[in-house]
């Protein structure tokens, strides 16, 4: 399963100061990893944290940084069946096999890939990845600064 969060596009790319996630402009924060669906989310989404049930789930048809018509953003949390584990692992060796500086998918070379260009390459073989949306529960660490932040919230 692939998992996003609901207002991922409410402020610019969903992650930057305006929604309290990012580096708050210190350190340039990345692209967000963006998620397409089979079937947009509900208009109408539960107030406060919460993981929404199975009805809500969605087919993945794209995940990236590039993606047009995005429908939210890949919190970065992947769940796998025992069958997912070995579809990805298998997926993995095969792209590695290709070289690892061969192309792979959004990634220059495979050496530099992200987890979603491996979730990508997941969908385009036509695995069956999900989107889960959730909201709340997590903090948003792409830059070293966010890390000392999230750290200091955590450790008192």
Known sequence: DASFGRDAHANGNGSGPANGNGSGGKEKAPRADLVRLAKAPPPV????????DEETESPVTAI???IDEAHDEFSGVLGLSSRGVERTRKAFEQARARGLEAR???????????????VAELVASGADVRGVLHW????EVD?????????????S
């Open 64 to 66: 990236g940084r590039s």
């Open 136 to 139: 709340k529960g997590w903090m």
């Open 104 to 118: 792979f998918h959004e990634a220059a070379a495979f050496r530099s890939a992200a987890l979603t260009d491996l």
């Open 143 to 155: 830059t070293f600064d966010d890390y000392r932040r999230a750290w200091a919230t955590t450790a």
């Open 45 to 52: 989404l539960p107030r406060g944290r919460f993981v929404a």
